[in-house]
């Protein structure tokens, strides 16, 4: 594809261009709202569409995601891979599209896909542009209207189906696939305004929405904000204020997170941070002693390394751990552990000595906030599944109602998790919004 575009690949629209009534009605034009579109468009060709999105920049979150790179999906995906709804009805929809598929469909689009170490797959042309591009291009080519940029007011249900008000005019449509995002990246559009208008619709919404994927803060002072700049493998997990392991809504151990972690000057980010931040929250909520434990040396235990010291004869501190963590931290690490990481292994005395064996592997943190919305990639919590029919996300309180994407309670890890969960979720509810259409024009 091209990376010649203007800044919105679109015939952008501030008037009426769409004959009243339309079919479906697609109200937002991300990730998800695209997919929805191109599926519905493809299974339903006589079938009027338009796709209505209100940001400044169609797609904004395509753009940014990985780096300006867009992680589309990753090679492997399973309902181990989010959290939120249950874990069952999210298996559903992802069994419905699968990561083969969304190769399948952008290699049709011209976007070959490349996997990375990390499991990650990227468009060959490491360009988010091009991911974007593919989707518009195959929605108008499905015969979809974008309407950009157009901000919905509200949706009102009438006989026909729904009425959807712009400041300035508004139009109708048979059936609505609600697809705005959660309140991620306000900026691009998803800041929260979907969540308004589907409460209106009927549906509530989970009772903790938290930012997901986000960095957390620490206090200024705090040593390992003095490190910035630094990243470090590490394993993460949430502690309650009892030291026992964080637990999901179904009561099961939420086990450590791994991968980097990078110091900041604000406090902690890299992708083990990000993956542990929701859980993080959730826990907080419930128990305000909520901390994080921080094993600096993944896959070494407390009581080995304690074991280790104690065996080691001639050396000093710095000798023994360096080639272990760089010297940088291995300096500030002895520092909060209050020793002198000149002084000879054998000269600690056994409380300083545990005391920096705990701050190796097992050193307590407690954020005291995190970036917020402004700076996550996801949001956690949402519509509950329970409130869909699942095999069509079609709304159970508002029928003619379907819904996808982010504003749902589903969220991914990091790597391409949410983005299969976009691809997955917009082509149940495409297609079964225009098999529904279809079905009443039969």
């Not at 249900?157 to 449509?173: H, Q, R, T, W, Y």
């Not at 900041?264 to 305000?288: E, I, K, M, Q, Y």
């Not at 104690?310 to 272990?324: D, E, I, N, P, Y």
Request: overall charge neutral; proline content about 5%; charged content about 20%.
């Amino acid at each position: 594809m091209s990376d010649s575009h203007p800044e919105n690949p679109v015939g952008a629209s501030t008037g009426s261009t769409v004959d009243i009534p339309v079919d479906i009605a697609i109200i937002g034009a991300g990730a998800a709202g695209l997919f929805a579109a191109i599926w519905a468009a493809r299974e339903g060709p006589t079938l009027k569409i338009v796709a209505v999105d209100g940001a400044r920049t169609l797609g904004a979150k395509i753009l940014v995601a990985g780096g300006g790179r867009c992680n589309v999906t990753h090679h492997a995906v399973n309902e181990q891979d989010y959290s939120g709804g249950s874990p069952q009805l999210i298996r559903r929809i992802l069994r419905r599209f699968p990561v083969e598929s969304t190769i399948e469909f952008f290699s049709q689009c011209g976007v070959e896909l490349k996997r990375e170490e990390t499991g990650k797959l990227f468009p060959t042309t490491d360009r988010a542009r091009s991911v974007l591009d593919a989707l518009v291009t195959a929605a108008q080519s499905a015969g979809v209207k974008i309407l950009h940029p157009r901000r919905v007011e509200s949706i009102v249900p009438v006989e026909s189906g729904f009425k959807i008000n712009f400041a300035d005019e508004s139009i109708l449509a048979r059936m609505v696939i609600l697809c705005t995002g959660g309140m991620s990246l306000p900026k691009s559009g998803s800041d929260g305004h979907g969540f308004t208008l589907v409460r209106n619709l009927g549906h509530s919404l989970t009772p903790l929405i938290v930012p997901a994927l986000v960095p957390l803060t620490l206090p200024s002072d705090h040593w390992l904000t003095a490190l910035s700049g630094l990243a470090l493998p590490a394993e993460l997990t949430a502690i309650r204020a009892d030291g026992t392991l964080a637990r999901d809504a179904a009561g099961k151990s939420i086990p450590a997170v791994s991968g980097a972690v990078l110091c900041a000057h604000f406090g902690l980010t890299g992708p083990a941070v990000l993956d542990v931040s929701r859980h993080w929250l959730h826990l907080l909520n419930a128990d305000p002693g909520a901390r994080l434990r921080i094993n600096w040396l993944p896959g070494v235990r407390t009581e080995s390394l304690e074991d280790e010291l104690v065996a080691t004869k001639g050396q000093s501190l710095l000798a023994f751990l360096r080639g272990r963590l760089p010297e940088r931290f291995l300096r500030a690490v002895c520092a909060h552990a209050g020793v002198d990481p000149a002084s000879g292994v054998q000269q600690l005395i056994r409380e300083r000595r545990s005391a920096l064996v705990r701050s190796l592997t097992a050193c307590e943190v407690v954020p005291t906030a995190t970036r917020g919305f402004t700076a996550a990639e996801t949001t956690a919590g949402g519509v509950p599944l329970a409130e869909l029919n699942i095999d069509r996300l079609e709304s159970l309180k508002c029928p003619g109602l379907f819904l996808c994407g982010e504003m749902l309670d589903v969220d991914g890890r990091i790597g391409g998790f949410s983005f299969q969960w976009a691809w997955a979720s917009g082509f149940v509810a495409g297609t079964a919004a225009a098999h529904a259409m279809n079905a009443i024009k039969a």
